[in-house]
């Protein structure tokens, strides 16, 4: 959830590492520091609660320079974020460290240092990691070789750059369930959680796999595997550029986001349809042996990807495929049943979601007959450890809460229904329905944007209210869950969302004159249901916030509705997620929040 970088050159690496943590503050952070090895072979360190351009303040009126550090943003896990607990730690002058991960053996490893003498200044795991590390030097000098028997000592999860100011011809970096990426340049190397970090300095990258441990210099890197073996990692051209990741006109990352969805939208569809017919090839020669064998789904996701994996629900059992959806973090501690056939699905925007991929890691026993992930990252971990990826193409999204890589999800999700279907029996006739529904779909969600405006206006209604409950039935009730948690997230006003069959099984007594109701009614069989629902919070003085198709006819009174132009059924669940995330936005912007780094929040949930 935090972010590193690190970096070893011919010239001063502060504004490379400076650069690297701006470019990782959409993961979300509390403080960030850096350490820096001086031209008089002497540690530097400056850290700092809040932004990083709190860090650069401090910095300039204190500067140093060198051409080996390394860098951090903290999203607190031990500790409060306080200056003592950021990021880089240090051990006296002898190493400095930063850490990615939770270190569950911290308190046994602590007492034992402070028994051998050494003195911790914060609460955190991290200072743990390098105290044990300045122990292990003195006996094993070489860094390579301490931070090999260091971390051999450490139970959880971690991504470690270390640097010793004694030799200050290499950077160390050890993975164990935290990503770590090392950029490649000309006589200089870089380390980060993401590419992100380091797109302005290069394109060319080594993932490292778990229980990997390298050593980065100027002129070259070597890699060990957990066994301490020499490996090579196949080097990666990543097609992203260093203005991927700006805002460009827009005001937040997240309005910009939203509003590039009609493209990537277009884009996760280029090349998996034609000419009426779904292009199965696409997906891979694997994904259509196992296809063809798969009798049940089990689908699992935290967060934003759980709500698409909810709606996939009702696709897949549409078209005769039994289908189990479920959040990661309870999955993997419990035990589970698995049908003969059953494919397992994990669904991630950043693929290192630390629970969905110690729920793969536990499937590969459990008797599935095989793994497929729907990811917007091609060198994430979820990627390389699964059988099958299905790629989403959603491109970089910086914003917290998540937009289009949710809508790609989904676009995703219903492809791969659309593969199991065929071998349900579907009809051409069928397919083609299916096919032109997805082409449809990008100018559907442009026409969905056309009511930014109205929406804007509408929120102003909204904006100072404490409470929302949110409405769905059917594929639309994981659709009023995704629009809650926006809401929520960005906004920081309390909001549920339930069945609307539900409202008089409990949450009926929440409602009154002073709580938002927010519904998407489709034309679809459910939607007189609806309505009679939405008569029930009427007649108790709640307020409505409507957006329907126009075919739609409400006879309510007293509600405030916006009307999207004709949607096809199929993919409808996509295009209503359009004006929920903009409700979110514009309220949240018209409360003064962080839109793009709301409180509490990181972007990749790399922790358990």
């Known amino acids: ?32 520091g850096i350490a820096v090895r001086d031209d008089s072979g002497q540690l530097q360190r400056i850290r700092s609660v809040g932004k990083v351009a709190d860090l650069e303040q401090r910095l300039a009126r204190t500067p140093f320079s060198g051409r080996l550090g390394i860098a951090h943003t903290r999203w607190a896990t031990h500790g409060m974020p306080a200056e003592r607990n950021a990021h880089p730690h240090m051990s006296g002058e002898r190493v400095a460290i930063v850490h990615n991960g939770i270190i569950e053996n911290h308190a046994e490893l602590r007492a034992e240092l402070e028994d051998a003498g050494y003195r911790f200044t914060s609460e955190t795991d991290t200072e743990v990691i390098a105290h044990l590390l300045a122990h292990t030097l003195e006996r094993t000098p070489d860094l390579l070789d301490a931070v090999r028997e260091a971390t051999a000592r ?16 290499r950077l160390v970096v050890a993975r164990l369930g935290s990503p770590l990426v090392i950029g490649l340049g000309v006589g200089e190397h870089f380390i980060a959680s993401d590419v992100f970090a380091l797109l302005p300095v290069t394109q060319r990258f080594l993932f490292l796999e778990e229980g990997d441990i390298a050593e980065v210099r100027r002129d070259g890197v070597q890699i060990f ?40 939208i277009a884009e996760t569809l280029e090349g998996r349809i034609h000419k009426g017919r779904l292009l199965e090839d696409s997906f891979g020669h694997e994904a259509r042996a196992l296809l063809d064998r798969t009798r049940n789904i089990h689908i699992i996701a935290c967060g934003t990807s759980y709500h698409a994996g909810l709606v996939a629900r009702y696709w897949l059992e549409e078209v005769g495929i039994p289908c189990m959806v479920e959040v990661a973090s309870e999955y993997r501690y419990r035990k589970v049943v698995v049908p003969p056939d059953t494919l397992f699905v994990t669904i991630s925007q950043s693929g290192e979601t630390a629970d969905t991929l110690a729920a793969l890691r536990g499937a590969k026993q459990a008797g599935y007959l095989g793994s497929l992930t729907i990811c917007n990252v091609p060198e994430s971990s979820l990627v390389r450890e699964s059988d099958v990826a299905l790629m989403t193409r959603a491109g970089p999204e910086i914003g917290v809460a998540s937009t289009k890589a949710f ?42 944007l056309e009511l930014d405006e109205a929406i804007r206006s509408m929120a102003e209604a909204f904006s100072d ?42 949450p009926l007594a929440l409602v009154d004159e002073r709580m938002p109701v927010v519904c998407a009614l489709p ?86």
């Open 407 to 448: 809508t790609t999800q989904l676009v995703a999700l219903r492809l791969l229904a659309l593969a199991l279907a065929k071998r349900r029996g579907l009809d051409a006739d069928t397919e083609r329905a299916w096919v032109e529904e997805f082409e449809a779909l990008p100018r559907q969600v442009e026409v969905a």
């Open 225 to 264: 595997d957990g066994e301490g073996n020499p490996v090579t990692r196949p080097e990666k051209l990543s097609n992203l550029s260093a203005a991927t990741a700006e805002k460009g006109p827009y005001r937040h990352y997240m309005q910009k986001e939203i509003f590039e969805q009609p493209a990537v």
């Open 154 to 169: 450490l139970e959880g999860a971690y991504a470690l750059a270390v640097i010793d100011p004694r030799q200050p011809d």
């Open 1 to 32: 959830m935090c972010g590193i970088v690190g970096a070893i050159a011919q010239r001063d690496v502060v504004p490379i590492l400076i650069e690297g943590l701006r470019r990782l503050e959409y993961r979300g952070y509390d403080s960030a």
């Open 465 to 506: 209210r404490d409470n929302a409950l949110f409405l769905g039935r059917g594929a639309f009730w994981p659709i009023a869950m995704e629009g809650a948690l926006k809401l929520k997230e960005i906004s920081y006003i309390h909001a549920e969302a339930y069945p609307a069959g539900e409202l008089k099984h409990g």
């Open 523 to 608: 034309d679809d069989p459910l939607l007189e249901k609806v309505l009679s629902n939405l008569q029930e919070v009427r007649a108790r003085g709640g307020e409505l916030f409507l957006f329907s198709d126009r075919r739609v006819r409400i006879e309510l009174d007293h509600y405030r509705a916006l009307t999207l132009s004709d949607i096809c059924p199929g993919t409808a669940p996509v295009v209503y997620t359009v004006p929920l995330q903009l409700l979110a936005y514009h309220v949240a912007v018209l409360r003064g929040t962080d839109v793009d780094q709301p409180r509490n929040l990181a972007k990749s949930v790399t922790v358990e």
